[in-house]
């Protein structure tokens, strides 16, 4: 895609915010610093949200806004650790210390250091669901020690993962998914500015397409500005056609119900890998491509989304996405023939 991403280029202002109760929450932590827990589900602006709220309340964002995303965090080596250029200064000279320890350090370093403008910084914790429970206490002793000069935003599609005396400590953001109207009054906004072409029919098509996901919006109508020069029903239509993965998914979901798990693994392995999925994002793209189909009967769809709320739990935990993915597939495809018996005439039977 050409350029820099329209996401990042067209990152809102606090006043942007299309959700009200959102917006006026935090600009009330504008007035009143408080530590908060932004919540919703992917896609939906927490991320840039928080980093609104930042510029609107540091003269010195750059310096005093520290993002840290903590299912990258908890996933990298030592070696990795201690070379981000974030954190080499905490950790220099400690090569032989154990990965919980920096981590911790981090923690407490990041936190402890005075804000360069203002009374306070802002410290970004984003996709605290992956902390681990005793991780999330030495958190609260962070919070607790450093409160005066640092704010702590948590942003998290579950915040019960969170342990209660964080929860307790934070003021609760919540942002919801954007309407469609709301999504489509963005593009417009972002396609102005971008002297870009577009008609409502477009934006419609895009914003529906997306499901509440604004992240997602924003990059379906670049990658349809950039194909065409325009975002029209037409040209989102043959672009997203084009680029999008529904004709894969759809060759896994098949190759699963035809008992060929082998195949369906490895579609979901290059979805995963290559096609820029989480887990979580990939399951809620099986059932959208599962439900717009008319492959599957009510009977067997309604196995599919139970099945998917038991897969999201476990992804939720931070498990292996793949297992729990291949899982789904294959608990989904073994039960055709029980349900199919299930759902037989009685006299039938």
Same mark, same amino acid.
């Given at each position: 895609?050409?350029?820099?991403?329209?996401?990042?280029?067209?990152?809102?202002?606090?006043?942007?915010?299309?959700?009200?109760?959102?917006?006026?929450?935090?600009?009330?932590?504008?007035?009143?610093?408080?530590?908060?827990?932004?919540?919703?589900?992917?896609?939906?602006?927490?991320?840039?949200?928080? #980093?609104?709220?930042?510029?609107?309340?540091?003269?010195?964002?750059?310096?005093?806004?520290?993002?840290?995303?903590?299912?990258?965090?908890?996933? #990298?080596?030592?070696?990795?650790?201690?070379?981000?250029?974030?954190?080499?200064?905490?950790?220099?000279?400690?090569?032989?210390?154990?990965?919980?320890?920096?981590?911790? #350090?981090?923690?407490?370093?990041?936190?402890?250091?005075?804000?360069?403008? !203002?009374?306070?910084?802002?410290?970004?914790?984003?996709?605290?669901?992956?902390?681990?429970?005793?991780?999330?206490?030495?958190?609260?002793?962070?919070?607790?020690?450093?409160?005066?000069?640092?704010?702590?935003?948590?942003?998290?599609?579950?915040?019960?993962?969170?342990?209660?005396?964080?929860?307790?400590?934070?003021?609760?953001?919540?942002?919801?998914?954007?309407?469609?109207?709301?999504?489509?009054?963005?593009?417009?906004?972002?396609?102005?500015?971008?002297?870009?072409?577009?008609?409502?029919?477009?934006?419609?098509?895009?914003?529906?397409?997306?499901?509440?996901?604004?992240?997602?919006?924003?990059?379906?109508?670049?990658?349809?500005?950039?194909?065409?020069?325009?975002?029209?029903?037409?040209?989102?239509?043959?672009?997203?056609?084009?680029?999008?993965?529904?004709?894969?998914?759809?060759?896994?979901?098949?190759?699963?119900?035809?008992?060929?798990?082998?195949?369906?693994?490895?579609?979901?392995?290059?979805?995963?890998?290559?096609?820029?999925?989480?887990?979580?994002?990939?399951?809620?793209?099986?059932?959208?491509?599962?439900?717009?189909?008319?492959?599957?009967?009510?009977?067997?769809?309604?196995?599919?989304?139970?099945?998917?709320?038991?897969?999201?739990?476990?992804?939720?935990? !931070?498990?292996?996405?793949?297992?729990?993915?291949?899982?789904?597939?294959?608990?989904?495809?073994?039960?055709?023939?029980?349900?199919?018996?299930?759902?037989?005439?009685?006299?039938?039977?």
């Amino acid at each position: 895609m050409d350029g820099p991403l329209w996401t990042e280029a067209h990152a809102p202002d606090l006043g942007e915010i299309r959700q009200d109760e959102a917006r006026e929450r935090l600009e009330r932590a504008v007035d009143e610093p408080m530590n908060l827990v932004v919540q919703g589900p992917p896609g939906v602006g927490k991320t840039a949200a928080t #980093r609104a709220l930042a510029r609107e309340t540091h003269a010195d964002p750059d310096n005093d806004l520290i993002e840290i995303n903590v299912a990258d965090f908890f996933s #990298r080596t030592k070696k990795e650790l201690r070379q981000d250029p974030r954190f080499e200064s905490f950790l220099a000279g400690r090569s032989r210390m154990a990965k919980r320890d920096m981590i911790n #350090r981090v923690l407490k370093e990041s936190a402890a250091y005075a804000p360069m403008s !203002g009374e306070y910084k802002t410290l970004v914790l984003d996709n605290a669901e992956a902390i681990r429970e005793d991780f999330q206490q030495a958190l609260r002793r962070v919070m607790e020690k450093h409160h005066r000069t640092t704010q702590f935003v948590i942003t998290t599609r579950q915040p019960s993962k969170l342990i209660p005396p964080i929860r307790s400590r934070c003021f609760p953001v919540q942002v919801r998914a954007p309407t469609t109207d709301e999504t489509m009054d963005v593009l417009a906004t972002i396609c102005d500015r971008e002297d870009v072409a577009y008609d409502d029919d477009g934006l419609e098509f895009v914003a529906s397409a997306a499901g509440g996901d604004l992240r997602r919006a924003i990059l379906s109508a670049q990658a349809t500005a950039v194909a065409a020069d325009e975002v029209t029903m037409s040209a989102a239509y043959e672009t997203l056609g084009d680029v999008g993965d529904d004709e894969t998914i759809r060759e896994a979901l098949a190759a699963a119900q035809s008992g060929d798990l082998k195949d369906a693994r490895s579609t979901l392995d290059d979805l995963l890998d290559e096609g820029g999925y989480d887990g979580p994002g990939l399951l809620r793209e099986l059932l959208r491509v599962a439900r717009a189909g008319s492959a599957y009967d009510g009977a067997q769809l309604a196995r599919l989304h139970k099945l998917a709320g038991e897969a999201d739990m476990d992804l939720s935990e !931070g498990l292996d996405d793949r297992l729990h993915l291949t899982h789904l597939l294959a608990s989904w495809a073994a039960g055709r023939e029980t349900l199919a018996a299930d759902f037989r005439d009685p006299v039938e039977a």
